[in-house]
């Protein structure tokens, strides 16, 4: 199975900052990573799909780059709804797909 | 307008049976490219993927808890239905159905979750 690792499993950030997320996996995995946000008691939500791709209806304040193993979301100026949880996801062995443990992400 | 919405039993015993059924809209699972999956997450902890259906009524479960799931669909009436065998208390989590786009490899839209517990 391929692991996924995201750093920081939390942070802590002001209103305004900018703001990035690493995720790494175990092997190549092309582009085939999605970053999902999720706040207390809500269901994910799809922000990227294929590394760099803004799902319809994400600020464009977020972006995702990487390919291969590395990879980063960044938030460029964060809002007060973005302190959530962060998830990535590895879709290149679908169906069989596996997610990061999570980033925390937390007001200063 | 996609939507789907988890139902099924809040408290089971432990070595009893789950069955979960995922009641969407606003797509057809008999169109190409679509799939329903089930992903559950544990109170405090991660996601895991468990099971997938596709368009074309292929089927597919995590290796670890294969022997245990069953995924179906009636495209009639827009439902997917998961069942879990021999229910044990470290399976308490949020489950949630979700549907998947084969092309874009993600998961665009997710029902709210329904909390599982295992409990004596």
């Known amino acids: 199975d391929i692991q996924m690792t995201q750093s920081p499993s939390s942070l802590s950030a002001s209103v305004g900052d900018r703001v990035t997320i690493t995720c790494r996996a175990s092997q190549s995995i092309s582009n085939y990573l999605n970053w999902y946000q999720q706040k207390p008691g809500k269901a994910p939500k799809l922000l990227i799909y294929?590394?760099?791709s803004l799902q319809s209806g994400v600020p464009s304040r977020f972006s995702g780059s990487g390919s291969g193993t590395d990879f980063t979301l960044t938030i460029s100026s964060l809002q007060p709804e973005d302190f959530a949880t962060y998830y990535c996801?590895?879709?290149?062995?679908?169906?069989?797909?596996?997610f990061g443990q999570g980033t925390r992400l937390e007001i200063k | 307008q996609v939507t789907l919405r988890e139902s099924g039993p809040a408290l089971v015993k432990p070595t009893q049976t789950l069955t979960l059924t995922c009641t969407f809209s606003?797509?057809?699972?008999?169109?190409?490219?679509?799939?329903v999956s089930w992903i559950r997450q544990p109170p405090g902890k991660a996601l895991e993927w468990l099971a997938r259906?596709?368009?074309?009524?292929?089927?597919y479960y995590t290796t670890s808890l294969q022997t245990r799931l069953t995924i179906s669909k009636d495209t009639s009436k827009n439902q997917v239905v998961l069942t879990m065998t021999n229910m044990d208390p470290v399976d308490t989590a949020t489950y949630y159905c979700?549907?998947?786009?084969?092309?874009?490899?993600?998961?665009?839209?997710w029902g709210q979750g329904t909390l599982v517990t295992v409990s004596s």
């Open positions: 259906i596709d368009w074309d009524d292929d089927k």
């Open positions: 979700a549907r998947t786009r084969i092309s874009a490899a993600a998961t665009d839209y």
């Open positions: 294929a590394a760099s």
């Open positions: 996801q590895q879709s290149y062995t679908a169906p069989q797909v596996t």
């Open positions: 606003g797509f057809s699972l008999s169109t190409s490219d679509m799939c």
